[in-house]
């Protein structure tokens, strides 16, 4: 069984197929993080014998020898106040005016499946899962927390979360509640986190653990371009292919913070949770608070296998049930190939030309709603524009479907302009400041989303759309962040709640949608890649992964965003040349080679192509059809052969790992006769594979002596000698296949 009670040594050991997790309920009740790395069955309570640390204090009860101290045992939830001075989990102040926590175990219980949590997005059970509740409470306060935890067996991963109760007889004001804390006792360890901007989102940095506090956090109300909510903490010599790496996912969409701190024993603890900066929360007496669920798994399988266990877990137990079980249809979308500028017969002309590509769905993204010219108005108004489409959506959607296309609309709901209809009549449900003048996002407001009848508005809204239109894709944007965090319909002590019930008030309404209409395929946007998170992922199977479609910026996009994320949850298409973003010119097949990663369609105008390019596209929509079950369930691989080489290379690997497909583009000068070696990952290295076929991008065809048959072996070990690619960003895809 996944979770073992000790009564012995009161030991609560979690076990999954290749990890263990273990606590201790210590000599006066706190609960102790002791373990957690590979599977083990040992007791580690001895890593944390008694010592007399220097400006440690000790509790009362134990100040005997002084050696037992909060400040240096290994805490599941770390409170201030009481004596440890590292990072706390938890912060509040009663009404008495009472703070901090001396959290002591009440009771725990353990139980067969996964807990689930009303309200929050959260990883669904399944088979071989199991949760742990611990309860501690504070004597003095009354408060309680409740420690959740689910263990999922086969996959190796746990989840975490804290319910905290105000028990005592005073409100309270919550001001810091952390999903998780977790302390190991010694070792270098480094933080690779992803820092951004928007059209450059998810950029690894990989830094030293400093004897400091270091923070990755966004306090934007969105989980941001700047900073991901996904970290890893692996050790220094940790690699691509070996290694420990352990890795933090908040399922959460919010603000959020995630410290790492090296304290003065050579310990690292680590505290993730939702943003604590503009946070707070009032519990009457008997109230409690959920934090949002964070994933935890631990590797000794680097890089790669941290990020394949993430893309698994994703796939099949945070995304909706279901959602990548099917293909997914090839898009054009209409942004990039006319911006706000179109009408009636230009994207009916456009969708005609998309089709005879091979295209299945058009999307008509922003400017078709409301007197919507530009991005200065009209966002709320959500009622066909009648100059562009005089006679509504009904008779475009009707004349596209009579094409055989699919129809997609993008809207962008949590948010109004000034100058719209929708702001004239309701101009409260603007989060602003009162006597403030508002700070205005690509001239942009957001509605105040925690308030039930902007919900319900919302809903009815785009309830309406989507019973009264054939609509089968929804691209749902948003495209500034949060910022005057004021709700009109919040009493003063609680206005510190308005960016989480903003958060809480989504998650409603997406769920509701996405309920009442399984069959619509959602995709998650914010300003491209602004909310790329786990907690979208419910709702969003598959999510903008940026305003760049530049091919080049999207290799470090895309490889950024991998080692986290699965790249079916990528949505990435090819686009015009020279890109809109970067002026960079690129290879149509480079572009497609790149697209075909994630989620794949194009953001462009067909008629701007030559007949060579339509053409081009016919046999990369074609090949996509080819590979879509692959690289939407394959597993993934980054091939970084060396940085010195102006080389990017991924690989996706069939399950069964009968077939495999190399996607590589030289991103700078081929290094004139030098040969570029590659070695492949994830293969059989007894079975044979043979080159199913071969393209190349963006430089001649040359002939090439390669072997029909490969061995695993020769594949995985001695590598392949790419063909000479000279041109400006030359690209190509090979297919390998063992014999049936
Ligand atoms: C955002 C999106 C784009 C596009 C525009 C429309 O920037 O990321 O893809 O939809 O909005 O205004």
Redesign the pocket.
Known sequence: MGIRFDPTSKTLTLTTRSSAYQMQIGPLGHLLHLYYGPLASDCFSYLYLPRDVGFSPNPAALREGRGWSLDTQPQEYSAALCGDYRLSSLEFTTEAGLRGADLRCLRHTISPGKYALPGLPCARGGADTWTLSVTLGDAATGVEVELLYGVYEAEDFITRCARIRNGGGVPMQLQKAASLCLDLPFGDWELLHFFGSHTMERQPERVPVAWAVQTVASRRGFSSHQQNPFVVLCAPDATEQIGDCYGVMPIWSGSHETSVERSQTGSVRLVSGIGSADFSWQLLPGETFQTPETLLCYSAEGLTGLSQSFHRFLRAHVARQGAYDRPRPVLLNS?EASYFDFDHDSILRLARDARDLGVELLVL??GWFGDRDD?RRALGDWFANPRKLPGGLGPLIRDIRALGLDFGL?VEPEMLSEDSALYRAHPDWALTVPGREPTVGRDQLVLDLGREEVRDWLYETFFALLREHPISYI?W?A?RQLSDLYSRALPPERQGETGHRYLLGLYALLERLCTEFPDVLFEG?A??GGRFDAGMLPYFPQI?CS?NTDPVSRLAIQRGTSFGYPPVAMACHVSASPNHQTGRSSPLGTRGVVAMTGAFGYELDPAALSEAEREEVKRQITRYRELEPLLRCGDYYRLDPTAALPLAAWQFVSPDRRETLLSLVLTGAPPGPIPLYLRLRGLDPAASYRLIWMARYGCPDSAVDFPERWSGAALLHGGLVLPPMPGDYPSAQLLFRTDP
């Open positions: 942004w993204d922003d991005d993008w691209k944007d495209n946007c300003g491209g903008w305003d």
